[in-house]
């Protein structure tokens, strides 16, 4: 199986090429650990040590406590053994030679071949059904997967089956049968109260050193990178974690899983004490859809939202108010048939307030379908709750741009703008950006750097001003006034129907 390397896309892939630091998933080959020796000084010094009494009994204490969690919770933390078989094409030199054409079998494509390799990763017992166990695991480890096994911490080795995975949280759910009820079940604990400082161990098989234990504390929360998952929120922590970590648990002073350990920023490809970590609470329901329907069942709202500066906080008219912009919003989604509006600043979900954007995302799928959700927003100075049922996230219909209203990011007009841009100071209004394809604003043939001055011939001088006038009754036309290189014009008419 091919070493997992993943790469962060984009901006954060130059920004760690250029600090040497490489993202890696901490599952690992089979074989792929190199050895490296610790000498001694030729004569060690003949020392004794004399401890207070009261500071031994503290470290004993704590000694105890990291071999009571570790007894606790290594017979439920599994290595997770994967064989993956891939078909390759050989390479015929003759194929592409005229002369050889007419000759059987070298003018022809090479054969296929099934190449095998494997790789290894953790995982945690984390739920008994009768004889069924079911073991979570990162998707990563399992992924493409042709056979799964599944080695207990006193080295049983069981035949596991895929029950889920879900690649935009990396994570995945195993199932191995055996009649032994004594098997050890972990205890899941509540990830929402972890703090910067907490005690915590990772357990695991890094570099396939089977049942390993490592201790450290968490030194952040709310981690987003990796590139691995869609669904940034990871707790960071410097607890040793190597590669066949993946899928392992991170636990608490109590022997309560609060994590499970998926991928390491290293500038060796070892551990350098930055290992990130899913929360818990982010993967609890998800355990329950894999085992009911095989998959994870994201609730949809229909919104595209948007962390926004404090200048544009300024501008709504919200001030430091925390939340996400609904910047547009798919039409007839949820939102829109529930009165969601674009430009409304959401602040809260069911009465929980929404820190940013990363949150209300990891909220919003984890409300069922069809259940009614309270959505709490801030529009025009005023806090309204909106009361919508949500849909089942569909990847064809959330990918369809098309569907985007009004289909375009309106930014504020400021004086940089304005500078770079050349616009008069008689000029007002909001600047067009990143403009969908296929969307009302491309069909309206707006562009990027316009400037929209007038909705319905009605003059705005901000974004507050624009969404007001955005607003739409169950069935309107919209027209805008665009400024753009000296000229205003009025766009064709859209009718938005619901």
Request: aromatic share 6%; with cysteine; net charge negative.
């Amino acid at each position: 199986m091919k070493k997992i390397v993943k790469a962060v896309i984009g901006v954060a892939a130059v920004a760690a090429a250029s600090a040497g630091i490489f993202l890696l998933s901490c599952r690992v080959n089979r074989g792929s650990a190199n050895v490296a020796f610790a000498e001694s000084p030729s004569k060690a010094a003949d020392v004794s040590i004399d401890l207070p009494k009261d500071s031994l009994a503290v470290t004993q204490a704590l000694q105890g406590t990291f071999r009571s969690i570790s007894n606790q919770v290594l017979p439920a933390v599994v290595e997770v053994d994967v064989t993956t078989k891939t078909k390759v094409q050989s390479y015929n030199p003759f194929k592409d030679i005229p002369f050889f054409k007419d000759f059987p079998g070298l003018g022809d494509d090479g054969d296929d071949r099934e190449y095998e390799s494997s790789a290894l990763g953790s995982g945690v017992i984390v739920r008994r059904n009768g004889k069924t166990f079911y073991v979570l695991t990162n998707n990563h480890v399992v992924e493409k997967s042709s056979t799964i096994k599944i080695k207990l911490n006193d080295e049983r080795e069981f035949e596991g089956k895929l029950v889920g995975a879900d690649e935009r949280i990396d994570i995945a759910l195993v199932s191995f049968e055996s009649d032994d009820e004594s098997i050890t079940v972990a205890k899941l604990g509540n990830s929402d109260e972890v703090q910067q400082g907490d005690i915590v161990l990772a357990l695991g098989s890094p570099l396939g050193y089977f049942a390993s234990v490592t201790q450290g504390i968490v030194s952040a929360t709310g981690r987003s990178g990796g590139g691995i998952g869609s669904i940034s929120d990871f707790i960071q922590t410097d607890a040793a974690i190597n590669q066949g970590n993946s899928g392992g648990p991170l636990v608490n002073i109590y022997g309560e899983v609060i994590g499970i350990n998926t991928w390491i920023a290293s500038q060796s490809g070892g551990s350098q004490g930055l290992g990130f970590s899913i929360p818990i609470n982010n993967i609890k329901t998800a355990i329950d859809q894999f085992i009911n329907k095989g998959k994870i069942s994201y609730g949809w709202l229909g919104v595209s939202l948007l962390e926004v500066s404090q200048e544009y906080k300024d501008a709504l008219g919200v001030g430091k108010q925390s939340g996400a912009l609904a910047a547009e919003i798919f039409i007839g989604s949820p939102a829109m048939k529930g009165g969601l509006q674009a430009g409304d600043f959401i602040i809260a979900l069911n009465g929980k307030d929404v820190k940013d954007v990363n949150q209300l995302v990891r909220d919003v799928g984890s409300v069922p379908a069809g259940e009614t959700a309270t959505i709490t927003v801030k529009r025009g100075g005023s806090t309204l709750d909106l009361k919508i049922r949500m849909d089942e996230r569909d990847d064809s219909v959330v990918s369809d741009s098309g569907k985007l209203w009004p289909g375009f990011i309106a930014t504020p007009l400021t004086d940089d703008v304005r500078k770079k841009g050349k616009i008069p100071a008689k000029v007002k209004g909001v600047v067009v950006a990143d403009v969908q394809e296929k969307s009302p604003a491309a069909a309206l043939r707006l562009q990027k750097g316009d400037i929209i001055t007038a909705v319905n011939d009605k003059r705005i001088s901000d974004v507050s001003e624009f969404y007001e006038a955005l607003n739409l009754n169950e069935k309107a036309e919209i027209w805008f006034d665009v400024y753009s290189d000296g000229h205003t014009i009025s766009t064709g008419h859209y009718k938005v129907e619901q």
